[in-house]
């Protein structure tokens, strides 16, 4: 098993639509979440931390559920913009090292 | 604030030549820094990691070094490179939080 596993994509979804990307990982001793957004050819950069109540930021919404091991992102309204890759991320073994998953594609259409 | 810098942005290297990537950091002290390769259309994957001045860990075994003679310099290294070493190359800081800040990339290009 995959150390963070998450649907490659693509989502494909039309401007406006509300769409959300389910990860999981295998350690339960993980304690910090990440979600990056990576543009084409670009370097990924950090859209939000995922806090154990859940957090949200604008249009974006993550939730950690420890108990199943995953991790979520919903992104609300969504816009052309919005089309990248977003890579769930993890701690490694509970100390400082992050284990990236491979990514979810999301294309918004017109 | 954290910042890092890499380069170069792009680079067109032959088959067995020598590669020297560099990146440093502002705005911090000891940071841990990483080193990471994406192919086209894959994953990140982490190459060397550093605690600190001459300390390396290499995660995946091949033609590639890292060193890091400075505490703010961290430098990806090979004495001839392989067309499999063609990639999209990233240095990574880690920040006070514990999340990773990227730096620009380096697109390599073996040929």
């Known amino acids: 098993r995959k150390e963070v596993e998450q649907d490659p994509g693509p989502f494909n979804v039309p401007e406006g639509a509300t769409v959300a990307f389910n990860c999981t990982y295998s350690?339960?001793?993980?304690?910090?979440f990440f979600w990056y957004r990576q543009d084409c050819r670009k370097e990924p950069k950090l859209l939000m931390s995922v806090y154990s109540s859940g957090n949200e930021d604008g249009r974006f919404t993550a939730q950690l559920n420890r108990a199943s091991q995953y991790i979520s992102l919903l992104i609300r309204d969504s816009k052309l913009s919005d089309s990248a890759t977003y890579l769930c991320?993890?701690?490694?073994?509970?100390?400082?090292?992050?284990?990236f998953g491979g990514g979810t594609r999301l294309m918004v259409k017109p | 604030s954290q910042t890092i810098h890499q380069w170069p942005a792009t680079l067109v290297q032959p088959v067995g030549s020598p590669l020297s990537l560099e990146c440093t950091v502002e705005g911090t002290s000891n940071p841990n820094l990483y080193w990471y390769r994406q192919a086209a259309g894959r994953g990140l994957q982490l190459l060397f990691y550093?605690?600190?001045?001459?300390?390396i860990s290499s995660e995946v075994p091949q033609n590639l070094s890292a060193s890091r003679p400075q505490d703010r310099q961290f430098i990806l290294s090979s004495k001839k490179l392989l067309l499999s070493d063609s990639g999209f190359y990233l240095c990574?800081?880690?920040?006070?939080?514990?999340?990773?800040?990227f730096g620009s990339g380096t697109r390599l290009t073996v040929v």
């Open positions: 991320v993890v701690n490694h073994n509970a100390g400082n090292m992050l284990t």
């Open positions: 550093s605690v600190g001045i001459g300390q």
């Open positions: 990574a800081l880690q920040g006070p939080a514990g999340g990773y800040t």
């Open positions: 350690n339960s001793a993980s304690q910090s």
